[in-house]
């Protein structure tokens, strides 16, 4: 194979992982609060990505124009607009059922994410279709041979690693952090230690949100287009990176984001059959990785949960 | 016994139920301020029900608590903490995959000068100095003697006012267990009141300056710690 063509593939894989990795650290923080699965994560995303491309018109409507202005602009009203739908859904849907069996809250969020991605179908102006997403970042390439290196997938790769590096420092080393960790490790003993446990599992909630906001318009950006079930397929793949990661480990689920990507890329290049086989490949791989290793590659048991 | 008075911490009439059970029934006792007070009581008495029902862990249906003349009726735990109460919950309850400093940090989690946590850390360190040579270690991995030493020291990182106790003694050695009491003894002569909840009797009494006796949810005896000793239901709530 030729190598440009190969380092294509790689910056393909590295620019999904990071999508999944970011939609999987929400799953897990998630879980780690309030031992929840929060299935309207994906459609969260995609919430947050319209809602980026509704300032970005609306941007363009008001005449503002600088191309570095618009994209801080969009990824922060995305950003601040699905921290508080994070906030809103933990707040008013996830915590009144808390003393429910967990399958209550699974099936609600699962509902809650039909209800999010329809409203978008229906309310969104053409919302059945798929959208142009603008370019809002440089469209310069630089070509080595094969490869073809995008100025936005490589700004935006360092921007994703800028946000994984951020979610690090503040789970590890801030007082906030400190009390997301320990809240996840043990809820009532968190509260003796004066620990506003509600405000803890919003502030998580407000995260893990903000997160898929970011990715929903990293996707956008990537490929130019978005559609209203774009979170359907995002949060599959998302939970599944953060079950082999080992629910409620964060390092496991950025590890899970970027191995689903790297297993997709290997099923579309390397394998004997069509690309098109690829998630069935890669969705086969995490089904035998769950019955080898059922806890997670990383078991919760050696890691630090959060 | 119910009078309300602008210290320590009054209990009044609480019944407190699980799943419409009543597990305590017009529960009321005082803790003085700057004495050490204990709750003595069989398994399933309802003691661990108390604190929890003190902390807001498990809120009263009926009744009030007070903490130097504060309403803490109704409010959440986090809000029970700021009041200047700290517990040391049965079990211990250190968080197992943190650090030995990260423990105590959480411990001073509502002071908000980052001086103010140091010099606190410093206390307790000076207090034990066996934490300050394994801060970093991770707390599930130490033993059970270390362990109560960093529930302790972490219930001290607020600089409460109340310290109350559930167990402390509980699985620890004989040795450990005296230490635990004197060290007990120790913070109470610093001025923090103390609510001691314990199985062990007779080293309780020995260092407490009055006691309740709980038997089935309900206050059966209460006076002196001489007078507990000598009092045929205290015996009873035990061996009877």
Known sequence: ?306 | MNVVSEHGLIVQGVYTAYDKADVLEDVSLTAQSGKITCLLGSNGSGKSTLIRSILALTPPSRGRIVFEGNELTGLPTHKVIAAGIACIPEGRKVFPKLTVEENLQLGGYQERSQDVVAARLQQVYETFPVLKERRQQIAGTMSGGEQAMISIGRGLMSAPRLLVLDEPSLGLSPMLVKENFNIVRRINEQGITVFLVEQNVHQTLAIADYGYVLSKGRVVAAGTADELGRAAEVHQAYFG
């Open chain 1, 1 to 306: 194979m030729d190598i440009g063509l190969l380092g294509q593939y790689i910056m393909n894989g590295l620019m999904l992982g990071m999508m999944y990795a970011l939609v999987a650290v929400g799953f897990t923080l998630f879980f780690g609060v309030l031992d929840v699965i929060n299935f309207s994560h994906g459609d969260v995303l995609t919430v947050g990505a319209f809602t980026g491309l509704a300032t970005s018109l609306g941007l363009t409507a008001l005449g503002i124009s600088s191309a570095p202005l618009v994209v801080v602009i969009v990824f922060l009203s995305a950003i601040v607009c699905m921290s508080a739908l994070g906030a809103f859904i933990a707040r008013y849907l996830v915590l009144p059922l808390k003393s429910a069996p967990a399958l209550n809250t699974l099936l609600l969020t699962l509902m809650l994410g039909i209800v999010l991605h329809e409203a978008v179908r229906l309310f969104y102006p053409q919302g059945a279709n798929p959208q142009r997403f603008p370019s809002l970042l440089s469209t310069e390439a630089y070509s080595f041979g094969h490869f073809t290196l995008r100025v936005d997938s490589a700004l935006l790769l360092l921007a994703g690693l800028a946000v994984i590096i951020g979610v690090h420092l503040l789970i590890n080393k801030t007082k906030l952090g400190l009390a997301i960790r320990a809240v996840a490790q043990d809820e009532e003993t968190a509260k003796l230690m004066g620990i506003n446990f509600t405000l803890i599992v919003l502030v998580t909630f407000a995260i893990g949100s903000g997160l898929a906001a970011f990715a929903g318009i990293m996707h956008g950006l990537y490929y130019s287009e978005i559609n209203f079930g774009m979170g359907l397929l995002l949060g599959v793949i998302g939970f599944s990176a953060a079950i082999v990661g080992g629910l409620g480990n964060i390092y496991g689920a950025i590890i899970g984001g970027f191995l689903f990507a790297a297993l997709q890329t290997i099923g579309a290049l390397a394998l004997p059959f069509a690309s098109a086989y690829k998630d069935v490949f890669a969705f086969g791989v995490v089904i035998l990785i769950m019955a080898w290793r059922p806890t997670g590659l990383i078991s919760e048991k050696v890691s630090e949960r959060v």
